[in-house]
């Protein structure tokens, strides 16, 4: 019942959910509104918990992601 898919800690389960959740958030895919998985709790929980970590949130700041309109 915590934000991890799998259990108590991060796996590669999050950080799969993390980066596919992050394309649809850039807006590179056409016709799919990027926040279509915003309807999905679960889903954007992980997306959340994950986009908080220390070493993610550093990451980010030295490669920002491009955001398509």
């Not at 998985?37 to 959340?48: F, M, N, Q, S, T």
């Not at 980010?60 to 309109?69: A, L």
């Amino acid at each position: 019942n915590g934000p991890w898919v799998l259990g108590e800690a991060l796996s590669v389960a999050d950080l799969g959910i993390f980066a596919s959740v992050t394309v649809f958030k850039c807006g590179i895919l056409d016709f799919v509104d990027r926040n279509v998985l915003d309807a999905y709790p679960r889903i954007k929980g992980v997306y959340d918990s994950v986009s908080t970590l220390p070493k993610v949130v550093e990451w980010y700041k030295k490669h920002p992601i491009k955001m398509f309109d």
